[in-house]
C-alpha cells in the first residue's frame, strides 16, 4: 500500500477509535448525572455545570484524535 | 496544499525592530478587545449594559471564584476579561466573512502559556521553594522519587497543553465540519435532495454556537482552577 493509502486509513482509524472512547465517556457520565438529579432534584444546577466540565474533559480527548485525522489528511504525500 | 499554510499578512508594523506581518485574527482580536473596552465603558451610562454587566460579574463570582482562596477584586476582573475574551474570539466566526482567532493554535496557546506562567509565579510568590515539593506527594519512599517526580511533573506541564488543545480542536473541528457538510451539500445532484444537508448544516451550527461558549467556560474555571491548586497548601 503507498503512503497516501495508509495515511488515509490510518486517518479514519484515529476518529473511529477515538470517537468510541468519547461516545462511552459521555453516555456514562450523563447517565450518572441524571440518577444523581433524581436522587437530590434541588442540586440541579451544581449537577448541571458539573455535568457540562465532565463532558468538556472526555469530549477533547475526543478533539485529539480528530486533530490527528485532519493532520493525516492533509500533510499525506 | 493545506490547512496550515500561512495566511497573508494584510499589512506590516514595525515596533521595536522588529517586523511583524498583521493577518487577519490578529486585527480581529484588535477590535474585539476594543470592543470590550468600549461595551464596559457603555455599562457605565446605559441601564442595559449595566444590567449585563452585573450579570456577568454575578456568573463569574458564582461559578470560577466561589473556593478561591485570597479572593480580591483584581481576579474578580482577570478571570471576567479572559471569559469574555475568549466567548467573544470564539463567537466571532460564525460572522460571514470574518474568522475566529481561537481555531489559531498560536492564539490558544498564547493564553493556555500566560495563564500558566501566572500559575507558577502566584505559586512561588505564595510558597517560595516549597513549590517543588508538590511533585513529590506524601509518604513516598526516598527511592521512588526518581521515578515518580518526572511522571508528576509530566502530568503538571500536560495541564496547559490541553487546555490550548481543547480550545483549538473544538473551534478549528467546528469549522472542519460545517466546510465538509458544505461540500457533501454541492455534492448532492438532485435539488430536492440538497434539503437533508441543509438541515444537517444548520443543526451543527446551532450546536457550534453552544460549544463556542461552553468552550470560553471551561477554558476560564480550568484556568481558576489551576491557579487556585498553585495558591492552596501543597501537598
Given at each position: 500500500m503507498g503512503n497516501v493509502a495508509l495515511a488515509y486509513l490510518s486517518s479514519g482509524l484515529a476518529i473511529g477509535l477515538a470517537a468510541i472512547g468519547a461516545a462511552l465517556g459521555i453516555g456514562l457520565i450523563g447517565a450518572k448525572s441524571i440518577e444523581s438529579v433524581t436522587r437530590q432534584p434541588e442540586q440541579l444546577g451544581t449537577i448541571r455545570t458539573l455535568m457540562f466540565i465532565c463532558i468538556a474533559f472526555v469530549e477533547s480527548i475526543c478533539l485529539y484524535g480528530l486533530l490527528i485525522a485532519i493532520l493525516l489528511i492533509f500533510t499525506a504525500k | 496544499m493545506g490547512i496550515h499554510e500561512a495566511q497573508e499578512a494584510l499589512f506590516t508594523v514595525h515596533f521595536l525592530g522588529m517586523t511583524l506581518a498583521i493577518i487577519k485574527p490578529v486585527l480581529l482580536m484588535w477590535f474585539i478587545s476594543a470592543f470590550i473596552i468600549v461595551f464596559f465603558f457603555l455599562a457605565l451610562k446605559i441601564k442595559r449594559a449595566r444590567t449585563i454587566v452585573e450579570m456577568l460579574i454575578a456568573f463569574c463570582q458564582d461559578q470560577f471564584?466561589?473556593?478561591?482562596?485570597?479572593?480580591?477584586r483584581f481576579w474578580l476582573v482577570f478571570f471576567l476579561s479572559l471569559f469574555l475574551f475568549v466567548a467573544t474570539n470564539n463567537l466571532?466566526?460564525?460572522?460571514?466573512l470574518l474568522e475566529s482567532p481561537s481555531g489559531n493554535l498560536n492564539f490558544t496557546a498564547s493564553l493556555a502559556l500566560g495563564v500558566f506562567f501566572l500559575s507558577v509565579l502566584i505559586g512561588i510568590k505564595i510558597h517560595g521553594r516549597k513549590y517543588?515539593?508538590?511533585f513529590v506527594p506524601n509518604g513516598?519512599?526516598?527511592?521512588l522519587i526518581p521515578l515518580m517526580a518526572p511522571i508528576e511533573i509530566v502530568t503538571y506541564l500536560f495541564r496547559p497543553l490541553s487546555l490550548a488543545l481543547r480550545l483549538f480542536a473544538n473551534m478549528f473541528a467546528g469549522h472542519m465540519i460545517i466546510v465538509v457538510f458544505f461540500t457533501l451539500l454541492s455534492m448532492v445532484p438532485i435539488f430536492v435532495g440538497k434539503f437533508v444537508p441543509l438541515v444537517l448544516i444548520v443543526g451543527i451550527k446551532l450546536f457550534e454556537l453552544f460549544v463556542c461558549l461552553i468552550q470560553a467556560f471551561i477554558f476560564t474555571y480550568l484556568s481558576a482552577s489551576y491557579i487556585s491548586d498553585a495558591m492552596k497548601i501543597e501537598h
Open positions: - | 471564584l466561589s473556593s478561591f482562596p485570597h479572593y480580591t466571532v466566526g460564525s460572522i460571514p517543588l515539593k508538590q513516598v519512599p526516598k527511592l
